[in-house]
C-alpha cells in the first residue's frame, strides 16, 4: 500500500457509445452526485469518448452521444461548480499516460478480461487493438489525478483491480511512492442493474433490443411499457430479500424500486410483499416516470444550446489539465523522458 498522503479525490467516466440508460444512471451517476454532494472529495466526471471509439462510432453519433451524455450528468445533480467536468479527449494527458501503461501493464494480464472476452467474442483476432488496451487507458483515466476512490458498477470491478496492479508495478519497477492504489466504490442496491428482458444480463446501451433498457431520454408512456413487458415470473413478490433468490427477474424489479426510492430491498418488500407483478408493475412505473421525468426535461432543455454545453466542457478541460499536466510531466522525468 501506498505510504504517500494523496487528496481524497473521485475520478469516473461513462462511454458516449449510446444513450444513457438506467443501469448507468443508478450504478453510477446516482453515485457520482452523492460523492460530490458529500463535501468530502474532489470530483472529476468524464465522458470517455476515447474509450467509445475501440468500437466502431458514427462520428456524429459520437458527438451527438458526447454532448447528450454531458447533459445527462448535469441534469442528474452534477454541478460544473462543484465538480470537474470534462470529455476525454479534450485532456490530451489521459492518452500520454495510457501509452506509459502500455508499457507497465503485461499481455497476460489484459487477457484475462472478462469485458474484453464478453465484447470480442469469437472475433477476437479482428476487433481493435484499442478494446484490448481499454484497462490501461482506465487505468490511465484514474491515475492522471492520482485519484483515491472510484465509484463504478459492478461489471467493472476487474478494471479496477487492474489499475491497483498497474500503479503497484509501476511504483515498484521505478522505486517510486507515486501513483496511489485506488478504492473501488461499488455500493448501493443497484450495482448490477439487469436487462428488462433477461434478468441474468447486465443492462447495456448496446443491448439491440430497446425493450432490453429504460433510456434516460424515455417519455413516461415508454417507460411504464417497458416495465410492464419486463420479463417476471409467475409467483407473487416475497416479504423477504432471502425469497428473491433464484428469481433474477424479480430481483431486478425489486432493486431497481430501492435504488430508484434509496431504501433497502426489505423496505420496499415491506410495502410490496404479497403483490402480484400486474400490481407492482404499474407503481414501480409511476417511480421510475416520477424520478426519471424531470431528468429527461432537463436533458432536453440543455441540448437545446449544445455550444452552453461545449462550453462547460471546455472549462473543464482547463480545470483538469492544471491537476493533469504536473501529474504527467512528473511521471515522464520518474521514466527518464528527456524533456
Ligand atoms: N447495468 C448496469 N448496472 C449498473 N451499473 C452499470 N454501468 C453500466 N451498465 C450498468 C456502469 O456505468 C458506468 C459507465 O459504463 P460505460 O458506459 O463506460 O460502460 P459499460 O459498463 O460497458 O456500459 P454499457 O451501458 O454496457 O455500455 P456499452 O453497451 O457501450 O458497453 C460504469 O461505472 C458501469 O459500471
Known amino acids: 500500500m501506498s505510504e504517500q498522503q494523496f487528496t481524497p479525490r473521485v475520478f469516473s467516466g461513462i462511454q458516449p457509445s449510446g444513450g444513457l440508460t438506467l443501469g448507468n444512471y443508478l450504478g453510477a451517476i446516482k453515485r457520482f452526485v452523492d460523492m460530490q454532494n458529500e463535501g468530502s472529495f474532489e470530483t472529476v ?12 462510432q458514427d462520428p456524429k453519433d459520437l458527438a451527438h452521444n458526447t454532448r447528450e451524455l454531458a447533459a445527462g450528468f448535469i441534469a442528474s445533480g452534477i454541478s460544473p461548480e462543484k465538480s470537474i467536468l470534462i470529455n476525454q479527449s479534450q485532456v490530451p494527458e489521459h492518452a500520454q499516460l495510457a501509452w ?15 469485458q474484453f472476452k464478453d465484447k470480442a467474442g469469437k472475433n477476437a483476432q479482428n476487433v481493435s487493438l484499442g478494446l484490448f488496451g481499454y484497462p490501461a487507458l482506465m487505468a490511465a483515466d484514474i491515475l492522471i489525478y492520482h485519484a483515491t476512490h472510484v465509484p463504478v458498477g459492478d461489471d467493472q470491478k476487474q478494471h479496477l483491480e487492474l489499475t491497483r496492479d498497474i500503479a503497484i508495478k509501476f511504483n515498484h519497477d521505478f522505486g517510486v511512492d507515486f501513483f496511489p492504489v ?5 455500493e448501493g442496491a443497484a450495482t448490477r442493474v439487469m436487462s428488462l428482458r433477461d434478468g441474468t444480463k447486465k443492462m447495456s446501451k448496446s443491448d439491440p433490443s430497446d425493450a432490453s433498457r429504460i433510456n434516460m431520454t424515455d417519455d413516461a408512456d415508454t417507460i411504464a411499457k417497458k416495465i410492464r413487458k419486463a420479463k417476471t415470473d409467475p409467483d407473487a413478490l416475497p416479504s423477504e430479500a432471502a425469497g428473491l433468490e433464484d428469481r433474477p427477474d ?15 430491498v426489505d423496505d420496499v418488500l415491506k410495502e410490496v410483499g404479497g403483490l402480484q407483478f400486474g400490481a407492482f408493475k404499474p407503481m414501480l412505473a409511476d417511480l421510475a416516470v416520477e424520478k426519471l421525468a424531470p431528468i429527461a426535461g432537463e436533458m432536453a432543455r440543455l441540448m437545446a444550446d449544445p455550444a452552453e454545453i461545449d462550453r462547460i466542457l471546455a472549462h473543464g478541460a482547463g480545470q483538469a489539465r492544471e491537476i493533469t499536466a504536473p501529474i504527467l510531466a512528473k511521471t515522464y522525468e520518474i521514466v527518464g523522458m528527456v524533456k
Open 182 to 186: 485506488i478504492e473501488p466504490v461499488i
Open 45 to 56: 466526471y468524464c465522458m470517455v469518448d476515447l474509450h467509445a471509439i475501440t468500437t466502431w
Open 250 to 264: 424479480a430481483r431486478n424489479l425489486v432493486n431497481i424500486w430501492a435504488a430508484l426510492a434509496d431504501i433497502s
Open 100 to 114: 506509459i501503461f502500455n508499457c507497465v501493464a503485461r499481455m497476460g494480464w489484459m487477457q484475462r478480461m472478462t
